[in-house]
């Protein structure tokens, strides 16, 4: 398992709108792996793998490139950095983060809190009120001297390393860059099998924002198949009821079924499922009342698509503790690679 490729992913920074760093660690990791590779006016990377018959079936892998970030929205005379997220966050989650703001002068390191007292001063009332996401601020330990560095519009990442343990991987952007990861594996894994599909990957942007670069992709490239290839939720840990797990980690890739984006292919999601007992590909039916993801785009993409989710059940999602399991990641490779390999 190319772990160092799925690290150099995760590790490198991009928020929606801002996903040039990404695309281009992309772009050369795929180098001849494609018969044509293009960026699309919003900033997506649209690779195409040609089929050997014409009028071929042509099947869309979605692949979002963007993390949860934020946008320096203002600088105090002081060099304190204001904030807009770009993506959801759970602000309880962002107490005392280390932060990187990337800038066109370079990048910083800096720590992340929401104004108010600490502990030492406040009062018992004070330390129960979480902040909203727009009270956090960034210092970047240069005072004044930040507001010659920085500029509104600049982006901010967590600043987390991409760790082991165990079976399991951690690490921030785990959303998505697991899709990028089994969007170039697939195809490596696939060398000259699949052929008689028409195999585009799309590398989208702006996903966590409402799938833009999805559905600017999707409606280029017109798919008859699109497979949106994401994370979704494994809250298979205390303090959740078991029918709100979503995925158990462990137990094999998510056929995802539904969210509130989009319904997938009936006979789609019945086929891959046949393909994984033939296979003896370990897979659980996935669902979510909330959320969206990139097939959803294909599925409503000019006339349409049929369009089902491959999916990794992720703990911890939206925060810089992302987890996933090993062989649920072997076992979404094993089903593109087998799946693609049928035509």
Same mark, same amino acid.
């Given at each position: 398992m190319n772990l160092d490729l799925l690290k150099r992913l995760c590790e490198t920074p991009g928020?929606?709108?801002?996903?040039?760093?990404?695309? /281009?660690?992309?772009?050369? %990791?795929? *180098?001849?792996?494609? /018969?044509a590779v293009t960026t699309d006016p919003m900033g997506s990377l649209l690779?195409?793998? /040609? =089929?050997?018959? *014409? &009028? =071929?079936?042509?099947? +869309?892998?979605?692949?979002?490139?963007?993390?949860?970030?934020?946008?320096?929205?203002?600088? $105090?005379?002081?060099?304190?950095?204001?904030?807009?997220?770009?993506?959801?966050? &759970?602000?309880? @989650?962002?107490? $005392?983060?280390?932060?990187?703001?990337?800038?066109? !002068?370079?990048?910083? #390191?800096?720590? +992340? @809190?929401?104004?108010?007292?600490?502990?030492?001063? $406040?009062?018992? %009332?004070?330390?129960? #009120?979480?902040? %909203?996401?727009?009270?956090?601020?960034v210092d970047l330990g240069m005072g004044k001297a930040a507001c010659d560095k920085v500029k509104i519009g600049d982006f901010v990442v967590m600043d987390e390393p991409f760790i082991e343990m165990g079976n399991k991987v951690v690490s921030k952007a785990l959303d998505n860059r697991i899709a990028c990861w089994l969007g170039i594996e697939a195809i490596r894994k696939l060398a000259k099998k699949g052929r008689g599909a028409e195999i585009h990957v799309a590398f989208t942007c702006q996903e966590e924002v409402g799938l833009r670069g999805a559905r600017t992709a999707a409606y280029a490239i017109k798919p008859d198949i699109g497979?949106?290839?994401d994370v979704t939720l494994a809250c298979d840990t205390p303090g959740i009821p078991e029918k709100d797990a979503t995925t158990t980690q462990g137990a094999g890739f998510g056929l995802h079924v539904r969210d509130s984006s989009f319904i997938a292919d009936k006979a789609l999601v019945a086929q891959i499922e046949a393909l994984a007992i033939r296979k003896k590909i370990p897979y659980q039916r996935t669902m979510l009342a909330a959320g969206g993801q990139d097939g959803a785009a294909a599925q409503q993409a000019a006339a349409g698509a049929r369009a089902v989710g491959i999916v990794v059940g992720t703990r911890y999602i939206h925060t810089?503790? %992302?987890?996933?399991?090993?062989? &649920?990641? !072997?076992?979404?490779?094993?089903?593109?690679? =087998?799946?693609? $390999?049928e035509f």
């Open positions: 928020v929606p709108g801002h996903e040039h760093r990404v695309r /281009d660690l992309i772009t050369s %990791e795929i *180098k001849g792996m494609f /018969d690779c195409r793998r /040609d =089929a050997k018959k *014409k &009028d =071929a079936p042509r099947i +869309m892998l979605l692949c979002h490139m963007d993390e949860i970030g934020f946008l320096v929205s203002h600088i $105090s005379k002081d060099g304190f950095l204001y904030l807009q997220p770009v993506g959801g966050f &759970d602000p309880r @989650n962002l107490f $005392s983060r280390r932060v990187l703001v990337c800038t066109d !002068q370079g990048d910083f #390191k800096g720590v +992340m @809190n929401p104004g108010g007292k600490p502990i030492h001063i $406040s009062s018992a %009332e004070d330390r129960k #009120k979480v902040p %909203e996401v727009t009270e956090f601020f497979l949106g290839i810089v503790t %992302e987890m996933v399991d090993k062989g &649920d990641l !072997q076992a979404a490779l094993d089903i593109l690679v =087998a799946y693609l $390999s």
